[in-house]
């Protein structure tokens, strides 16, 4: 295009069927020495961690006993890789989801405040002067940048009367988690990273605080997961599995 390397529409969809079709050649060599295929499962970090890892026997059975690989990628690069056939199945928020891409919701991802033991407070805030009180001295750490959870705890901040107590941000949802492992700090966590702050660690609704749930799943090319034998009932029974492990 003019002066400037770029690819073409047509390019970039014959470079996807390339890579497919490598795909399939992979497949083919794995069959041919009764070596196991591989099935590519791409999500976020703490989605990956907490909900695919545990879950990894499962999902593996599902799809039939493939060589699983997991990968931590960015909403829209799970999105880019799909549409490239280098995954097989995405997990997304059906918000992130584009028309191209067919998808089965696993469930609900909602919100909590963990706080570590040692800071609870002894009963569950329910009133606005509640949730005042309790932030403005509960030690808490943050998101950085301006995603969409940052931007939804800082509005639901604004209303408030007391400014939060906040002695750390952090870059991933990960390092939040570890931090109120550490019974450091209390931080806004997906109700899944029970399974990484510990068993000292208590889970408050956001009632009155904030609403911020949305709705994971599993996205799925479907002329995709054909070619390797799947189809919408598989991406359905991977589904189930990782809303077991939520």
């Avoid at 584009?98 to 919100?111: A, D, F, M, N, R």
């Amino acid at each position: 295009k003019g002066r400037r390397i770029e690819i073409t529409e047509e390019g970039d969809r014959l470079a996807r069927l390339i890579r497919r079709a490598f795909t399939d050649l992979a497949d083919f060599r794995a069959d041919s020495k009764n070596e196991p295929r591989r099935a590519v499962i791409a999500g976020g970090a703490s989605v990956i961690e907490w909900m695919v890892a545990p879950s990894v026997a499962r999902c593996r059975a599902a799809l039939g006993n493939p060589l699983m690989e997991t990968l931590s990628l960015r909403s829209a690069d799970v999105v880019r890789a799909l549409d490239d056939g280098k995954i097989d199945f995405g997990i997304l928020r059906e918000d992130s989801i584009p028309s191209s891409i067919e998808h089965v919701e696993v469930g609900q991802l909602s919100y909590r405040l963990f706080v570590p033991d040692g800071l609870a407070p002894k009963s569950t805030p329910r009133s606005d002067s509640a949730w005042d009180k309790l932030l403005s001295e509960l030690p808490q750490a943050r998101l950085l940048g301006g995603g969409r959870l940052r931007r939804a705890v800082d509005e639901a901040h604004q209303a408030l009367v007391c400014r939060p107590n906040i002695i750390a941000e952090a870059s991933s949802l990960l390092q939040l988690a570890a931090m109120v492992k550490s019974g450091q700090c209390a931080a806004i966590l997906p109700h899944t990273a029970h399974l990484a702050v510990g068993e000292n660690t208590r889970a408050i609704p956001l009632t009155g605080f904030m609403d911020y749930n949305r709705c994971l799943c599993v996205a799925y090319k479907p002329t995709a997961i054909a070619r390797r034998g799947w189809d919408q009932q598989t991406a359905e029974k991977l589904a189930r599995c990782l809303r077991a492990a939520s």
